[in-house]
């Protein structure tokens, strides 16, 4: 459910993670970065979210 959420709302995704730091720092920088670009910044955000969960599950076992 969370690889879903990180295609929407990737910043959210990360905070829900375990790491809301970066969650709050990705957030400042993904909203500019949306209207800036006209969304062209987007699909990184979602390899950097995806990134995150992945790893996060692999700690944890």
Same mark, same amino acid.
């Given at each position: =459910?969370?690889?879903?959420? /990180? *295609?929407?709302?990737?910043?959210?995704? %990360?905070?829900? /993670? +375990?790491?809301?730091?970066?969650?709050? %720092?990705?957030?400042?920088?993904? *909203?500019?970065?949306?209207? $800036?670009? +006209? +969304?062209?910044?987007?699909? =990184?955000? %979602? $390899? $950097? /979210?995806?990134? *995150? %969960?992945?790893? +996060?599950?692999?700690?944890?076992?």
């Amino acid at each position: =459910m969370n690889y879903l959420l /990180a *295609i929407l709302l990737p910043p959210l995704s %990360i905070f829900l /993670a +375990g790491r809301p730091i970066l969650g709050i %720092i990705t957030f400042l920088i993904w *909203i500019p970065a949306l209207f $800036l670009s +006209g +969304g062209l910044t987007h699909p =990184m955000f %979602i $390899l $950097l /979210a995806w990134f *995150i %969960i992945f790893e +996060g599950r692999n700690r944890q076992t």
